[in-house]
């Protein structure tokens, strides 16, 4: 059973930064690629970064690139989202999300395993 549990949402004023964790349990973490999408509320969710196995791969939506950077650690079983210079419309509920592909991908349903979710709000 894998298990992913992110933290590190919460209130940021716009220009702040924010650092998301994703905890997977298991012991494939390292062969797994991962990504984060992210849902603000009444839209569809929405791909934000996803990296390979290795973490040396990485891809970004146009929204959030050069501001945000993933990165996973598999000595931790651990990914990350660091997310510099927030603005409003990055506010939404972040996913991570767990593929047994290996690879980075952008598409949601590549992905097989997702955390239940943390609450990113940017505001003033």
């Known amino acids: 059973q894998v298990q992913l549990t992110e933290s590190g949402g919460g209130l940021a004023q716009p220009g702040d930064s924010l650092k998301l964790s994703c905890v997977v349990s298991?012991?494939?973490?390292?062969?797994?690629?991962m990504g984060w999408f992210r849902q603000a509320p009444g839209t569809e969710l929405e791909f934000v970064a996803a990296?390979?196995?290795?973490?040396?791969?990485?891809r970004y939506a146009d929204s959030v690139k050069g501001r945000f950077t993933i990165s996973k650690e598999n000595a931790k079983n651990t990914v990350y989202l660091e997310m510099n210079s927030l603005k409003p419309e990055d506010t939404a509920d972040y996913y991570c999300a767990a593929t047994v592909m290996g690879t980075a991908q952008v598409m949601n349903s590549m992905y097989q395993h997702w955390g239940q979710g943390t609450q990113v709000t940017v505001s003033s």
């Open positions: 990296t390979d196995w290795s973490g040396s791969r990485t």
């Open positions: 298991g012991d494939n973490f390292s062969n797994f690629g």
